[in-house]
């Protein structure tokens, strides 16, 4: 009889260290995942802020670029853009008295 209980208990030991083997294993799996996630989402978050600054960027251009249109030149569109500055400065004042 105990060579019964010993062959079982053998039995559930080697299981035991097959169950332990998968999980070490799967466990570097899932370390190795973690991180190149964190890496994937750092670079997703660098993309998003060059997307934002190229974004930025084109309505920059946009905006010259229609000051420009009517053949006006530089000194004028500087003077539109100038004048459109004042025009926010001035918002920002009245709903800063609110």
């Keep these: 009889m105990n060579s019964g209980y010993a062959e079982i208990l053998e039995s559930i030991r080697q299981k035991t260290a097959r169950l332990n083997a998968a999980y070490q294993h799967h466990k570097r799996i899932n370390n190795e995942l ?5 890496t994937i989402n750092q670079e997703n978050t660098e993309l998003k802020a060059e997307i934002q600054r190229l974004n930025n960027e084109l309505e920059t251009l946009k905006l010259t670029s229609s000051l420009n249109k009517g053949g006006e030149s530089n000194k004028e569109a500087e003077g539109q853009i100038n004048n459109l500055i004042r025009e926010i400065d001035q918002c920002i004042t009245l709903i800063n008295r609110l």
Excluded: E, L, M, S
Excluded at 34 to 38: A, G, L, S
């Design 34 to 38: 973690t991180k190149k996630i964190d």
